[in-house]
C-alpha cells in the first residue's frame, strides 16, 4: 500500500539569525525566526512524512514550548522521525523552497545529501527545487520563505 503526504513551512526572516536551510547554512544578511533553526525545508519534509504516515503534524512530535528542541537542528528531528516510520519505506520526496532570495540552486546539492544521509535514503530519492513569487506576498516582499513537500511512503511487506 502506497501513501502520499505533503508538508508546508514558512518562516519569517528576522536579522541576527542564520539561514539554514536543507541543513545547510546559507550566506544571507538574515535568518529564519523559529524555535529551533527554523529550516523551513527540513520542517516542510517532515510533515509530509508524518502526514503520510497518519503520525500526525510536527509540533505534535517537537512542541515549540520544549526548551530541548530550543535551536536544534531540524536534521536531528529529521532522523528521530525516520525512526518513527520503521513499518514504510521512502520511495521518494520532492521539495520546493519557495524564496525571493537568495538564489540557492548552488546548495542543493549539499541539502540532497543531509537530507538522504539523515533518512538513510539514496540521494537520487530526493529532490529539492526553489522558484519565487514574482514579488508578490511575504516571500516576494523578502520577509520569509516558505517550503512544501510530497512524499510517497509504501508499507513495508511483513509489518
Not at 519505506?89 to 538564489?103: F, G, R, V
Amino acid at each position: 500500500m502506497n501513501r502520499v503526504g505533503q508538508g508546508f513551512d514558512a518562516h519569517q526572516l528576522v536579522e541576527g539569525r542564520k539561514l539554514v536551510l536543507g541543513g545547510v547554512d546559507i550566506p544571507y544578511e538574515k535568518g529564519l525566526l523559529g524555535h529551533s533553526d527554523a529550516d523551513v525545508l527540513v520542517h516542510a519534509i517532515i510533515d509530509a512524512l508524518l502526514g503520510a504516515a497518519g503520525l500526525g503534524v510536527i509540533g505534535q512530535h517537537f512542541p515549540d514550548t520544549d526548551p530541548q528542541y530550543k535551536g536544534i537542528s531540524s536534521l536531528i528531528l529529521l532522523e528521530h522521525v525516520s525512526g518513527l516510520l520503521k513499518d514504510y519505506n521512502i520511495n521518494n520526496i520532492d521539495s520546493t523552497l519557495i524564496a525571493q532570495e537568495p538564489k540557492l540552486q548552488d546548495f542543493f546539492s549539499r541539502m540532497k545529501t543531509n537530507i538522504a544521509k539523515s533518512l538513510s535514503l539514496n540521494e537520487d530519492q530526493v529532490n529539492i527545487k526553489a522558484t519565487t513569487t514574482e514579488m508578490m506576498g511575504f516571500t516576494g516582499r523578502k520577509e520569509g520563505i516558505a517550503a512544501m513537500s510530497t512524499v510517497l511512503l509504501s508499507k513495508k511487506e511483513n509489518t
